[in-house]
Structure formats: C-alpha cells, structure tokens
Nanobody, 122 residues
Framework: QVQLVESGGGLVQAGGSLRLSCAPS????????RGWFRQAPGKEREFVAA????????NYADSVKGRFTISRDNVKNTVYLQMNSLKPEDTAVYYC???????????????WGQGTQVTVSS
C-alpha cells in the first residue's frame, strides 16, 4: 500500500510563500501522476495542481494560476508545490495524491497523504 507524506505547511502572512513537499513511504509506483488538492473547513476537497511523470505537463486550478508552481524531482521521488502571493482564502489542509491519470477529479487518484495545514493570516 502506497502512502504519501506531505510536509512544509505552516502559518504565513498574506503575500508570503510556502513550499510543500510530498514523498512516498513504502512501495511506490513508477511513472505516477501526482496531484495536490486542498480542503477548507466546511468545503469539499478541491483540485489545486497536477503534474505528469516527466514533469512536462502540468495543470492548475484557475484560483492558483500564476501564484503556485508544481514540480517534481524523480531522483528524490518528491513532488513540490511552491506557493507564492498567498491569500487568506488559500487556508486549507493540503493533500498530495497519486494516480495513473492527470486529472482534476479527485476520484482519479488512487492514494493520498494525510495532509498538511496551511494557514494564511490577513
């Protein structure tokens, strides 16, 4: 069973930056898609960004385009989410996910991390 472990969350002021990391523990699948999702209190989990195995294809939610960047280091087997110009509405638990299809639908992803809290103060 593949599990993903996120790190890098925390408290930051509006306009600040954070970088999240996601790495697998245990067995990993080769050539897997990685995605980031987030869930704010009382809201559904929503798509943030996704990246292909080679890193050449990325997809972003409109709300984060131009501010967030997803990348991956396949040597380290780690995916990153660089978040700049953070806003209070970015406050949420951020989850890393893995699967075979680069998609915005969370149902396309097969395994997930436990999440890391990101809080942006105004």
């Amino acid at each position: 069973q593949v599990q993903l472990v996120e790190s890098g969350g925390g408290l930051v002021q509006a306009g600040g930056s954070l970088r999240l990391s996601c790495a697998p523990s245990g067995r990993t699948f080769s050539r897997s898609i990685r995605g980031w999702f987030r869930q704010a209190p009382g809201k559904e989990r929503e798509f943030v960004a996704a990246i292909s195995w080679t890193g050449t294809t990325t997809n972003y939610a409109d709300s984060v385009k131009g501010r967030f960047t997803i990348s991956r280091d396949n040597v380290k087997n780690t995916v990153y989410l660089q978040m700049n110009s953070l806003k209070p509405e970015d406050t949420a638990v951020y989850y890393c996910a893995g699967g075979a299809v680069l998609a915005k639908d969370k149902r396309a992803y097969d395994y997930w991390g436990q999440g890391t809290q990101v809080t942006v103060s105004s």
